[in-house]
T-cell receptor
Framework: DVKVTQSSRYLVKRTGEKVFLECVQD?????MFWYRQDPGLGLRLIYF???????EKGDIPEGYSVSREKKERFSLILESASTNQTSMYLC???????????FGDGTRLSIL | QKEVEQNSGPLSVPEGAIASLNCTYS??????FFWYRQYSGKSPELIMF????GDKEDGRFTAQLNKASQYVSLLIRDSQPSDSATYLC??????????FGKGTSLLVTP
């Protein structure tokens, strides 16, 4: 079974803090993704990576950055957290371009 | 961005009935289609994927794809209360990123 592990299930941070969300997959998947999910807006892609050190912007990259130094790990960084970044953050990975994406359990992030 | 449309529901079906969930998409070049189930407060879980026109069956689930009509559906036979969840349709339009619909809420009543 594919295992995608997100470092925290729940996280509370203050506005202006730099926040790191970590994601690790154990299936040697090439592609990794970060989404956020908000009521009424659905799942929106923030960033994705198709290879180590490669990254592409998704639909809503503003206020975020990512890092992929190793194939199994993909980090999402909130440079200066703001209250409108309170959300459920979901990491996913896939083996190939058209293969299914598998999700981690998600991190519910609250910015106060 | 191209659209992936789902009826938000809730779709209510009695236990044991067939639940039919529908999804339309606007990008004619789309090649890969996925159905995810999401329980409240949980992350999406892959149910089915389909690449070719026609039907694909897996246990109680059948995915149906009609590329000419730009339509993909998910049938759940012998629906159970544990099937009550939000079902997300996702379409791979180009590149690597999936375009998700906003989901259909399914309620299976005992």
């Amino acid at each position: 079974d594919v295992k995608v592990t997100q470092s925290s299930r729940y996280l509370v941070k203050r506005t202006g803090e730099k926040v790191f969300l970590e994601c690790v997959q154990d299936m040697d998947h090439e592609n990794m993704f970060w989404y956020r999910q908000d009521p009424g807006l659905g799942l929106r892609l923030i960033y994705f990576s198709y290879d180590v050190k490669m990254k592409e912007k998704g639909d809503i990259p503003e206020g975020y950055s990512v890092s992929r130094e190793k194939k199994e790990r993909f980090s999402l960084i909130l440079e200066s957290a703001s209250t409108n970044q309170t959300s459920m953050y979901l990491c996913a990975s896939s083996f190939g371009h058209s293969q299914p994406q598998h999700f981690g359990d998600g991190t519910r992030l609250s910015i106060l | 961005q191209k659209e992936v449309e789902q009826n938000s529901g809730p779709l209510s079906v009695p236990e044991g009935a067939i639940a039919s969930l529908n999804c339309t998409y606007s990008d004619r070049g789309s090649q890969s289609f996925f159905w995810y189930r999401q329980y409240s407060g949980k992350s999406p879980e892959l149910i089915m994927f389909i690449y070719s026109n026609g039907d694909k069956e897996d246990g109680r689930f059948t995915a149906q794809l009609n590329k000419a009509s730009q339509y993909v559906s998910l049938l759940i036979r012998d629906s159970q209360p544990s099937d009550s969840a939000t079902y997300l349709c996702a379409v791979l339009e180009s590149g690597y990123a999936l375009n998700f619909g906003k989901g259909t809420s399914l309620l299976v009543t005992p």
